[in-house]
C-alpha cells in the first residue's frame, strides 16, 4: 500500500477564487518532500474555471458534474482499486460529493462513514441553499437529498439528481457525524434534525475529547470503511485566516491535531480516505504563515497515515 494524493485544483464551487492555487502549493510540497506520492495523473482541474455570478440556484453545476463524474470520482476509484490510502487535497469542499462516490464505488460492498470536520454542515441541497453556491451541498448530494422550488430549474434539478447518482448508493445519514460544526442554515439544521445526525461541537470536543471520539466510534461501528474530511475553516478564525468562510471560536492547531490523531488511532485502517479541503492562499487576508501551518498538518497525517498502515 502507497499513499497517494488526489489533488483536485477546482474552485468554481465557492463564492470566491483561490483554493486552486493551495492545492497546487500543497501538491508541489508533496513533490518537493516526497512525503507521498502524486502521479501527475491524479493531479486534475476542470476545463471551465471562471465563477457563476447569477443567481443560479445550483452554480456551475453542468461543468462540475462532467469534472466529477467523468474525472474525480473515477480518478479516487483507481487509487483505491490499486489498494493504495487516498489522500485528497481538494480546492472548495464540494469535491467530496466525487471523491467519497469514488470510494463507493471502488469498495462496493464496503459501508462507507463519513467525519466531517468542519464548520459548516455543507449539507444543503439547490431546493434550500440561499447561495447556490455548490461548495455548501456535498452531504446534501451524498445523502440523496431532493426537494422542489420554482427557484430551481428543471435543467438544474437533473444534474443534481446525476450528481447525486454517480454512486448507485447514496450515504445512510446515519453514517455521518460532525465535528467542529458551528454555522449552519435553517435548512440544513432541518436536514440535520430529521436525520438525528450526530453534532460533536468545539466545546464537546474542548470538554472531553476522548468521550467525543468514543462516541464517534459508537455511531459508526457499522462502517468498515471511514472517509475523514477536513474543512480548514474548523481551526478558528484567530489562528487561521486563510479561508474563505473564517468562524470564530474554532479548535486550535494543537486540538485540532489531537482529534485527528484519536480519530487515526480509534479506526485505524478503516479509514480509506482522508481529504483537506478549503485553504485558500490567495485571499487578501492570508498569510505565510497558515501554508506552513497547512504543511505540518499535511506531513502529521502523512506520518499517522503510515504509522497506522505500517508502511515506510
Not at 39 to 53: F, G, V
Not at 59 to 85: P, T, W
Not at 110 to 122: K, M, P, R, S
Not at 140 to 152: F, K, N, P, Q, T
Request: aromatic letters at 6%.
Amino acid at each position: 500500500m502507497n499513499i497517494q494524493i488526489l489533488g483536485i485544483a477546482s474552485d468554481i464551487a465557492g463564492g470566491r477564487l483561490g483554493q486552486a492555487r493551495g492545492v497546487e502549493i500543497l501538491c508541489d510540497y508533496v513533490r518537493e518532500s516526497k512525503i507521498a506520492l502524486l502521479d501527475e495523473n491524479n493531479y486534475l482541474s476542470p476545463a471551465h474555471k471562471n465563477l457563476d455570478t447569477t443567481n443560479s440556484k445550483a452554480k456551475n453545476i453542468a461543468h462540475l458534474y462532467d469534472f466529477y463524474s467523468q474525472r474525480v470520482s473515477k480518478c479516487m476509484e483507481s487509487i483505491l482499486q490499486k489498494g493504495d490510502f487516498a489522500l485528497i487535497l481538494s480546492g472548495d469542499h464540494s469535491s467530496a460529493l466525487a471523491s467519497v462516490q469514488g470510494l463507493q464505488n471502488a469498495m462496493p460492498n464496503e459501508t462507507v462513514g463519513i467525519v466531517w470536520i468542519d464548520a459548516h454542515a455543507d449539507i444543503h441541497t439547490p431546493f434550500t441553499s440561499p447561495s447556490g453556491n455548490m461548495h455548501g451541498m456535498p452531504l446534501g448530494a451524498l445523502i440523496g437529498a431532493g426537494g422542489s422550488s420554482d427557484e430551481v430549474s428543471d435543467i438544474e434539478s437533473n444534474y443534481w439528481d446525476k450528481l447525486s447518482s454517480i454512486s448507485k448508493d447514496s450515504i445512510n445519514p446515519s453514517h455521518i457525524v460532525y465535528c467542529g460544526l458551528r454555522s449552519f442554515e435553517e435548512g440544513e439544521r432541518r436536514i440535520i434534525e430529521s436525520n438525528n445526525i450526530p453534532v460533536y461541537s468545539v466545546e464537546n470536543i474542548m470538554d472531553n475529547m476522548q468521550k467525543c471520539v468514543d462516541s464517534i466510534l459508537e455511531n459508526l461501528n457499522s462502517c468498515t470503511k471511514i472517509y475523514i474530511s477536513l474543512d480548514i475553516d474548523v481551526l478558528d478564525s484567530g489562528v487561521f485566516q486563510s479561508t474563505g468562510c473564517n468562524v470564530e471560536n474554532g479548535l486550535s492547531i494543537t486540538s485540532l491535531k489531537e482529534l485527528m490523531s484519536s480519530l487515526f488511532r480509534a479506526f485505524g485502517d478503516r479509514i480509506a480516505a482522508l481529504e483537506f479541503s478549503e485553504f485558500n492562499p490567495a485571499l487578501p487576508y492570508s498569510t505565510p504563515k497558515d501554508t506552513q501551518v497547512m504543511k505540518d498538518l499535511l506531513a502529521f497525517s502523512i506520518e499517522s497515515i503510515k504509522t497506522l498502515h505500517s508502511l515506510n
